[in-house]
């Protein structure tokens, strides 16, 4: 389905990021990947996805809380596999704290790779995708991009708005190839979610497991982690043809949270 396409999805050494990028590459997509981590396992999983899939991969290592080195990962793509069709920005940090106590430097750094990355990296690539009159634009957003949560001041102000920019961008390109649209998960069992896990756990004294069953039991009504491979195949069909009207949604996955 997506043959010919390139993607880059950023923050995709790992975690939903990764599951999008497998998916997308299922379907006939050359990816590049973005994000930190070892470089030996880096290099194992760019090598993975091409064996496994059939297609062209590439890692671009931009630090994404530097707007040039966002614009830099678009360049990098570009020159590295040709163009971008498909640009899914997941890169996200949490961190959490009452906003009395929020640190400025936290909430700066926040907001630059929840948001202000999406943003640069939106910029860049859209005049290409002009050109060929098609693109998918696919922001992972949070259920708190959509309700709140208390100590998250940063994080849910920063899914809101990217939120309030997936319908922005929509809206500009609404007469084009070109769609825009969100991801909202719940709990996805990420690595930022099991230190949250982890900080629980500590902080009552219980079991990992114990953890993350009152996790879920708090806000997710389904009591089951939503995974990677679910995300991406919702941004597969946000890259299908069936998805072209498909404009400016934020479509949570979320196990039932924002129903109540």
């Not at 099991?194 to 629980?200: E, F, L, R």
Request: glycine letters at 10%; aromatic letters at 6%.
């Amino acid at each position: 389905m997506l043959k010919g396409k390139v993607a880059v999805v950023t923050g995709s050494t790992s975690g939903i990021g990764l599951g999008v990028a497998r998916a997308l590459a299922a379907k006939g997509a050359d990816i590049m990947l973005n994000g930190f981590g070892d470089p030996a396992e880096i290099e194992k999983i760019k090598a993975g996805i091409a064996s496994e899939f059939g297609v062209k991969t590439a890692y671009s290592g931009a630090d994404l809380s530097k707007p040039a080195e966002t614009k830099g990962l678009i360049e990098s793509a570009t020159a590295a596999l040709g163009k971008v069709d498909i640009l899914v920005n997941n890169a996200g940090i949490q961190v959490v704290s009452p906003v009395q106590d929020f640190p400025d430097d936290k909430w700066e750094l926040v907001l630059a790779i929840n948001l202000s990355a999406a943003f640069y990296a939106i910029k860049a690539v859209v005049p290409q995708m002009k050109e060929r009159n098609w693109g998918r634009i696919i922001n992972i957003a949070s259920v708190h991009g959509l309700v709140a949560s208390i100590n998250k001041a940063a994080y849910v102000s920063a899914k809101h708005g990217l939120v309030g920019l997936t319908k922005v961008v929509a809206l500009e390109n609404a007469e084009t190839g070109i769609t825009c649209n969100a991801i909202c998960p719940g709990w996805v069992l990420t690595p930022l979610v099991q230190k949250q896990i982890d900080a629980w756990a500590e902080r009552e004294s219980i079991s990992n497991e114990e953890a993350g069953r009152r996790l879920l039991t708090e806000k997710q009504p389904s009591k089951q982690f939503v995974t990677p491979d679910q995300l991406g195949e919702l941004a597969v069909f946000m890259c299908s043809d069936a998805a072209s009207q498909l404009r400016g949604a934020a479509i949570n996955m979320d196990g039932g949270w924002y129903a109540q």
